[in-house]
C-alpha cells in the first residue's frame, strides 16, 4: 500500500493546497466534515493513499501546513474544508 503525506508550505503552496484537498475530497465522496457522503465504492478504493481513516469512519487528511505567520492558516481552517485537518498538522510561526 503507498501513504504520501502531503506538505504544503507559504501562502501559494497552503492556498493551492487547501482546493487540491477540496478536489480530492470531492472526487472521494468526504463532505467538508471528513464523512464518506459518496455513491461509489470505487471512490473507497486506494483512499487510504490521502487519508487517514478515523474513529468514526471519519477521513482525514495526510497533510502538513506550514506557513512563518498564521493568516493563510487561518484562512484554509475557516475555509469550506478547514475542519477536515488535525489542527496540530498547522505548523507556523514560532512552533517553527
Not at 504544503?8 to 472521494?28: L, M, P, Y
Not at 455513491?39 to 478515523?54: F, G, H, K, P
Request: proline letters at 5%.
Amino acid at each position: 500500500m503507498r501513504e504520501i503525506v502531503h506538505i504544503q508550505a507559504g501562502q501559494c503552496g497552503n492556498q493551492i493546497g487547501a482546493k487540491f484537498w477540496e478536489v480530492i475530497s470531492d472526487e472521494h465522496g468526504i463532505d467538508p466534515t471528513g464523512s464518506y457522503q459518496g455513491d461509489s465504492d470505487l471512490q473507497l478504493e486506494r483512499i487510504d493513499v490521502y487519508y487517514n481513516e478515523a474513529s468514526g469512519r471519519k477521513f482525514v487528511p495526510r497533510a502538513i501546513l506550514v506557513d512563518l505567520e498564521p493568516g493563510t492558516m487561518d484562512s484554509v481552517r475557516s475555509g469550506p474544508f478547514g475542519q477536515l485537518f488535525r489542527p496540530d498538522n498547522f505548523v507556523f510561526g514560532d512552533t517553527c
